[in-house]
Structures are given as structure tokens and as C-alpha cells.
């Protein structure tokens, strides 16, 4: 029988802590990887399209 420990997920054994550590690890890089795809609108400023808007107009 291992020793429990708290950690967030509850108590867990020592093996459950490894195996949650390797999975933490592996969505960690999973974002990393993603995170230029979760956020498309993002364009490297020498491709933006410069929209200018007049505020003082009152019809569009």
C-alpha cells in the first residue's frame, strides 16, 4: 500500500501522483503548442488591414 498524499486532484499514491504528472506535463505543451490556434486573429502587424472607423458620423 502506498502513502497517500493530498494534492489537487484528492489523495492519491505515489504511482497515481507519477502518472498525473506526466499527463499535467503533456497537456501543458499540448496549450503550448495550440495556443496560436485557439487565437487566429492575431496577424503579425505587417499583414493587418488598418480600419479606421469616424466616430463622429452617426449613420453607418
Known sequence: ????????????????????????????????DDSKQDRPFIVPKEKREIIKIDWRRGDM
Do not use: A, H
Request: aromatic letters at 10%; hydrophobic letters at 30%; a positive charge.
Open 1 to 32: 500500500m502506498d502513502i497517500l498524499k493530498q494534492t489537487k486532484y484528492g489523495w492519491c499514491s505515489q504511482t497515481e501522483i507519477k502518472i498525473f504528472g506526466e499527463l499535467d506535463r503533456e497537456i501543458k505543451q499540448k496549450k503550448k
